[in-house]
């Protein structure tokens, strides 16, 4: 958490303590407070304060939307669209919808794990409720056209939400440049504390509450508003945005710099993601002949700290569904690495992961049965 976000976690979990639902003096310092913090908010995403809805994080505000779109529906309408590279969120709520009788349709990605927009067009029709398709990818770092799928959607009027968890503090969030509908954002990707995010919902659009009681959140979300947690997650929004334009350049640097190391140090090596219309500070590289945990071990010994897959699914041993989702095969899959770039992160940090990952992944292929051809370009 940045330093200065902690101090106003600490700030409104001692000073300003009141329950933001009473009618006291205490009660009303800490109402006022959350009623700033949603429009700070709101300044960055270009929208009204009305329009913003508080909620434990991402996986709620992903459910929010997609559930209570699909409720408030009364069963109008039975498809919804998504990609085959979504946040688990996003494709286990429509699993579970699915069951309920909702036509979903999963759009292909190529192989630099951008969605298919001529299928979107060919497949969208008077039937679909909801298209959900994630801004930025969690793990390959792939940028979506929202845009252009926004204005897409708006033309057969069917409603768009995108999960912009990831694309906070990197991309621009201005909702009506973005043409959605519903937006899902979270307080720890931004250096916020975790278990806080929102959802933003247009004006106009239903939205059946899956929480019902004192009617908080504007009858969206009820339960007593988390004072410390949203304001602490107002001031990470406005500090990284405020930092963004110079951190995307910074982080760019670097990006590419640990890229091109990994890759022309080691060999059968691959890049997974676009390998420009990404996020400044995530870097994936599928590595074969060898299973991506035993590299983790081997990194997490020595420091480094990386991912091989999305946070959510690290207890899994299966392969990426995103990277698989890519075409690729299934061994590109279970040898894939996701490192993370961020405020802290530095050119020397740099340096010293392609100073030892080299060495790992050889002394890892020495004692493997594998020896896979790379067939797929860097």
């Known amino acids: ?59 709620e505000s992903v459910n929010l939307a997609i559930k209570g779109l699909v409720y408030a529906s009364n069963g109008k309408r039975k498809q919804i669209i998504t990609t085959k590279i979504e946040h688990h969120a996003v494709l286990h709520t429509c699993e579970y919808l699915e069951k309920k009788g909702f036509d979903v349709i999963y759009l292909n990605i190529d192989e630099n ?112 508003e988390n004072v410390p947690g949203i304001m602490a997650f107002a001031k990470a929004v406005e500090i990284s945005e405020a930092k963004k334009e110079k951190e995307v350049v910074r982080l760019t640097k670097l990006r590419d710099k640990l890229t091109n190391g990994i890759l022309e140090s080691i060999p059968k090596s691959k890049l997974n993601g676009h390998p420009s219309t990404r996020l400044p500070n995530n870097v994936n590289i599928s590595f074969l002949d060898v ?36 075409g690729v095969p299934y061994e590109y899959a279970h040898g894939s690495i996701r490192f993370t770039l961020g405020r802290e992160t530095t050119e020397e940090d740099i340096d010293y992961v392609l100073e030892i990952l080299p060495e790992i992944v050889s002394n890892l292929r020495k004692i493997s049965p594998f020896n896979v051809e790379l067939t797929v370009k860097k």
């Open 113 to 224: 794990g951008v969605g298919d927009i001529d299928q979107l067009k060919k497949v969208i029709s008077e039937n679909t409720l909801l298209v959900s398709i994630m801004y930025a990818n969690n793990e390959i770092g792939t940028i979506q056209n929202i845009s252009e799928i926004g204005r897409i959607c708006k033309e057969h009027n069917v409603k768009f939400h995108t999960d912009a968890c990831q694309a906070t503090g990197y991309l621009d969030l201005d909702v009506d440049k973005l043409n959605v509908d519903l937006m899902t954002i979270n307080g720890s990707k931004v250096y916020g504390p975790k278990g806080v995010g929102l959802l933003y919902i247009k004006s106009g659009t239903v939205i059946e509450p899956l929480m019902h009681g004192g009617g908080q959140e504007n009858n969206k979300r009820s339960g007593t």
């Open 1 to 59: 958490m940045d330093m200065d976000v902690k101090d106003e976690f600490d700030k409104y979990c001692v000073d300003v303590y009141g329950n933001p639902g009473s009618f006291h003096t205490e009660g009303l310092k800490a109402k006022q407070a959350v009623a700033n913090a949603r429009e700070r908010i709101a300044k960055v995403l270009n929208c009204k304060s009305s329009e913003i809805v508080f909620t434990s994080g991402g996986t």
């Open 291 to 326: 299973e991506g945990e035993a590299i983790l071990l081997y990194l997490d010994s020595k420091g480094v700290y990386a991912s091989s897959g999305s946070a959510c699914t690290s207890k899994t041993l299966d392969p990426s569904h995103v990277v698989v989702a890519m």
